[in-house]
């Protein structure tokens, strides 16, 4: 069973701009969380979605967004990037009745300069 | 603010005895407990959860739970080499919300 993929693993963007994350989930699974890690703050929790809809929000800004397609795959979106938004950005996937029980991807790593 | 509290270590095992991870949570609504293991470079995996007080055993892992002290503990029987790594605590809250994680404990088992 294939487990879930991020793209791209890695990229370089300037302040300002933009970058869009994708996500497939493991077949099956209709939960997507998106998490954000950093040295100083760990990880902390972007939102999740569930059947297309955003189920959870955490307390991150609206230049931060995301959505899931009917086939379970997602999308981050970050716009007007900023020296702080550089990070290591993780997908997991579970199933939606089995919230905190997570499977990871292997991470988007985005350095903004 | 809900928050997850753990020892950042590192913490120092030598081969064959138990490691002991410590976590505790402020949101005295929260239903749900993790251990995730992350090892240097990788993302987070799922080794133990557990939803009622007392002890859940799963091989050489345990997690205890004593929701009145809002404490959630790991202990590693037998450690490994292979069990260097940073162990994750994590909680759902009484809300909607996901995974609150702590900022991990990095531990060193010494052979």
């Known amino acids: 069973k294939a487990g879930v993929t991020q793209t791209p693993r890695y990229l370089i963007k300037t302040r300002g701009q933009q970058v869009t994350l994708s996500c497939s989930p493991i077949?099956?699974?209709?939960?997507v969380s998106w998490y954000q890690q950093t040295p100083g703050q760990g990880l902390q929790f972007l939102f999740e979605?569930?059947?297309?809809?955003?189920?959870n929000k955490g307390n991150f800004p609206g230049r931060f967004s995301g959505r899931q397609f009917s086939n379970s795959r997602s999308e981050m979106n970050v716009s007007t990037l900023e020296l702080g938004d550089s990070a290591l950005y993780l997908c997991?996937?579970?199933?939606?009745?089995?919230?905190?029980?997570?499977?990871f991807g292997e991470g988007s790593r985005l350095t903004v300069l | 603010q809900k928050e997850v509290e753990q020892n950042s270590g590192p913490l120092s095992v030598p081969e064959g005895a138990i490691a002991s991870l410590n976590c505790t949570y402020s949101d005295r609504g929260s239903q749900s407990f993790f251990w995730y293991r992350q090892y240097s470079g990788k993302s987070p995996e799922l080794i133990m959860f557990i939803y009622s007080n007392g002890d859940k055993e799963d091989g050489r892992f345990t997690a205890q739970l004593n929701k009145a002290s809002q404490y959630v503990s790991l202990l590693i029987r037998d450690s490994q080499p292979s069990d260097s790594a940073t162990y994750l605590c994590a909680v759902i809250g009484g809300g909607a919300d996901g995974l609150t994680f702590g900022k991990g404990t990095h531990l060193i088992i010494q052979p």
């Open positions: 077949s099956g699974h209709r939960s």
């Open positions: 997991a996937s579970s199933l939606g009745s089995r919230v905190g029980e997570l499977f």
């Open positions: 979605y569930f059947s297309e809809t955003q189920r």
